[in-house]
Each structure stands twice: as C-alpha cells, then as structure tokens.
C-alpha cells in the first residue's frame, strides 16, 4: 500500500502504523478500545473526507470514523482507514431562524456555549464532550426528550460522503431515504461531516439531584414509580442507583458508599418546577437536595459524567415497566456489596411525552413507544473486569427478563453487543427498509465499521 501513499494529498494529516503520532491518534475516549487501522486521516475539511474515501475505496479499505471516541462500535483493524473528524468544527448559529450547522467534530458542550449566546439551545446529551453528530445520529436520549423529543427529530438535514466520494446533502426533502436512514441507522451510510439542526429557547431549567441512602432503595423506587405518572412533558427524570468510587473528585462523605438519586431538568418556571420535588421532600427529607434554578450550561452538572478518558463498559434495555421484582432485582445487582458488583451506577430514565408523540415512521429510529429505558455503567480498567461486567450484566438482563420489553437503544451499547444486538435496535420493518438503503449507498459495505447493517 505504501506505493499509494503519495496519492492521498489532503490538508489535514495523514498518519501511518510507524508515524510518531500514530498511537496518540488511535486512542479512542473509552481506554477499553485499541484501534490499529493501516492508516490514520485527520480530517480539517469535507474535501479532505472525500480524497479519504476515494482512496479506501481505491485501497480496498473499509472505512472507520471516530470524533471524539465515545460509543465504538467495531475497532479499526489493519483493514481499515480511520477518519478523525474532530478537526471540522465548523458552527454557525442562525439566531433568527433557531438553526444551527455543526460539524462533526464538534462536542456538545461548544454547541450549547454558542447558542445560548443568543438565548438558545440545542438538544444535547449529558455529557458536555460527547460528539454532537455521533450522539444525535444514533438518536440522542437527553434532558430536553419529553419537552422536545430526541436529538435525532430536530435535525433538519445532513452533508455527508458516500462511498463513491460524492459530497450529498440529505433532508426530508432531498436524498430521503438516507435522511431517514441516518435518523437512528447512525453512520452505516456514510460519513457525515456536519448537521443543520434546530434550536429551542431556553436558557434556563429547575434541575439537579435528590440523593437517598442506599437503605431507603426499595421505598424511593416505589415512590419514584407512581411521581413519574404524574409528571408533565416539561420534566424529563431518571433514577439511579450509584456506588460512589473512592475517588478526589467526590465528596468525601460519599466515598465509598452507595445512594439512589433522583436526576432531573423541568422545562419551565422554577416554582412549579420546585413544586414536583416538593412531593419528594414532604415524603422523606432526602440526604441531599441539589435541585436550583441552572442556566443550561450547566445542565451537564446533573449527572456530571467523567471528562478524563476511562476504560468503561456500557449495556441497556426497555423496562416495561418497574414492578416490585423489577425493583428487587436493580437492587440486588447494583448494590455494591464488597465489591460484589462492577457497576458504577445502574440508571432508569423515564422516556415518553413528546419521544412518543413523535411519527414513528418519520426516521428509523424504533421503539418510540417505550418508556422506561435502562442503562449500566462500569469501569473497565483490565481484561478480567471486562469479563466480569460482561458475564455480571447478562445475569442482571436475565434476572429481569419478565419486566424487559423487548427492543435496545443502541447508544447505550457499544462493541460486539451493539453490532450483535444491531437487529434489536428497529422494527423488523425498519431493519429491511434500512438493508435496502445501506445497500443502495454503501453497496459494498465500505462503512461497515458503524451499525452492522448488513447489505442483503
């Protein structure tokens, strides 16, 4: 291949397996993942994408992309070109129209600091860096969902590279088909190299935390299930059951210990906001109240996920619903018992509202019915604690297959479960109309390092 070398001419850089720079390139955000692909393209612009893409095609290449390096599906291997997008950060706010074009390298935390200079806000995540595009395509679960919906309903079109090297735009009005497929089919398609999304006016919620002991579990689930019959579109919540690490960083009378917290963000004035988590304090007086008024950059504070890189595994499931044995069993495998368990934190978020409302045939993104969505978290610093959370999280799923609902939201699961549990991700119907788009734009499975959407 190295006679070829020479022919990928680009503005960025082009790293290769013997360049200084190669394994600082590599190196995804989860420490668990090790890309080793025949080359390294660091992207600064689209055309740039375009020559990486001609050439992996000219080169027998499949084709890998990492922004930021959350959510890997599939590790680059020496059979693939690895694009790193992080370099087109492009963004332009239309404060007149509330759009936004972001680019696929930006994080969602430069997203929200842009627009809410001009008293608006994008959909995004928990995480302030998370990949703005990464995250959306693959549907986007937020703080926002049961105001607004999803990350994935508010973007109003895509420019992406195909596998031919040509530059398309998709919207529901031109390319449709992939426009729809990419809204929940994630990056199987193509590469995306920015979005056009909408903007909402907010600039401020009533969000934050209520932390229960760990004792109290049981009863705060209980109470937990019947509050969330009674909550308005405006408050998007989970409950989550957390072992505290031993770490500088957490406060030192949780250290160690383990609590249940009830997460949240209310869309509207704080007096009504506070008047729901009054319920709670009339209740039981909790261990801690941090529910306040927040402007929206600082709505990552709620649940405050690391920033550093770790090694980490992730895995999920719809919950049905959660019924006594289903509370039973979230104790009994996310209690952190002399290290018994390898999870971080065991989260239920409450889903519906406007997710729900949403057409479910408006993108490919399924299961908009469910309401309940479960998510796991553990640190994964060694091959053995891998094992361990694989083989622990299975037992867990088990344990609570009379309450699950069938179905996965697939930005919860990563590497061989996501591309195994791919199917699971959509409707049957969804599934096949997807094979067919993926087969007519990526006929060759050149992006095959996405979602596993086979091509017949």
């Not at 199987?188 to 919620?205: D, H, N, S």
């Not at 609570?400 to 591309?419: H, K, M, V």
Request: aromatic residues 10%; negative net charge.
């Amino acid at each position: 291949m190295s006679t070829f070398m020479a022919s990928l001419e680009i503005t960025g850089a082009v790293i290769r397996p013997d360049d200084a720079g190669y394994d600082e390139a590599r190196t995804a955000w989860n420490l668990t993942v090790h890309h080793r692909p025949a080359l390294i393209v660091v992207a600064k612009n689209t055309q740039d994408v375009v020559s990486a893409v001609q050439f992996a095609a000219n080169e027998g290449l499949s084709v890998a992309v990492q922004s930021t390096g959350h959510g890997t599906i599939r590790q680059a291997d020496q059979d693939a070109l690895l694009i790193l997008t992080s370099g087109l950060n492009q963004l332009q706010v239309d404060a007149e129209r509330q759009t936004a074009w972001v680019g696929a390298g930006l994080k969602w935390g430069e997203v929200v600091t842009a627009a809410q200079l001009h008293g608006l806000t994008p959909l995004f995540g928990a995480s302030p860096i998370v990949g703005a595009v990464g995250y959306t395509v693959g549907g986007g679960v937020g703080w926002f969902g049961r105001k607004f919906g999803l990350a994935v309903d508010s973007v109003i079109r895509f420019e992406v590279v195909i596998s031919n090297g040509e530059i398309i735009n998709a919207s529901a009005t031109e390319n449709s088909d992939l426009f729809w497929a990419i809204c929940g089919g994630g990056g199987a398609f193509g590469v995306i190299t920015r979005m056009e999304i909408k903007l909402y006016p907010v600039t401020q919620v009533y969000g934050g935390n209520l932390l229960y002991p760990v004792e109290a579990a049981k009863d705060v689930y209980r109470f937990y299930r019947e509050w969330i019959k009674t909550l308005p579109d405006e408050f998007t919540t989970s409950i989550v059951l957390m072992n505290f690490p031993n770490f500088q960083s957490v406060p030192e009378f949780l250290r160690g210990t383990t609590g249940v917290m009830i997460r949240g963000a209310y869309v509207g004035s704080v007096q009504e906001g506070a008047a729901y988590i009054q319920q709670w304090l009339d209740w039981r007086a909790p261990t801690a109240n941090m529910f306040q008024p927040m402007p929206v950059s600082e709505m990552h504070t709620i649940s405050n996920d690391p920033v550093d890189p770790v090694p980490s595994m992730t895995t999920g499931a719809y919950l049905r619903e959660l019924s006594d044995a289903a509370i039973d069993s979230i104790i009994r495998y996310g209690v952190q018992r002399n290290g018994s368990a390898p999870l971080i934190f065991v989260e239920v978020r409450h889903m519906g509202g406007a997710i729900s409302r949403i057409d479910s045939n408006a993108n490919a993104f399924s299961h908009r019915d469910q309401s309940l969505n479960l998510y796991m978290v553990g640190m994964t610093p060694i091959p053995d604690t891998m094992t361990l959370f694989k083989h622990y999280t299975r037992q867990f799923k088990r344990d609570l297959t009379s309450a699950l609902s069938g179905g996965a939201y697939l930005n919860f699961l990563e590497g061989a479960e996501a591309r195994g549990r791919v199917r699971e991700g959509y409707t049957p119907e969804k599934f096949e109309r997807l094979k067919a788009i993926k087969a007519k734009y990526d006929p060759d499975n050149r992006f095959g390092y996405s979602y596993n959407i086979p091509v017949n």
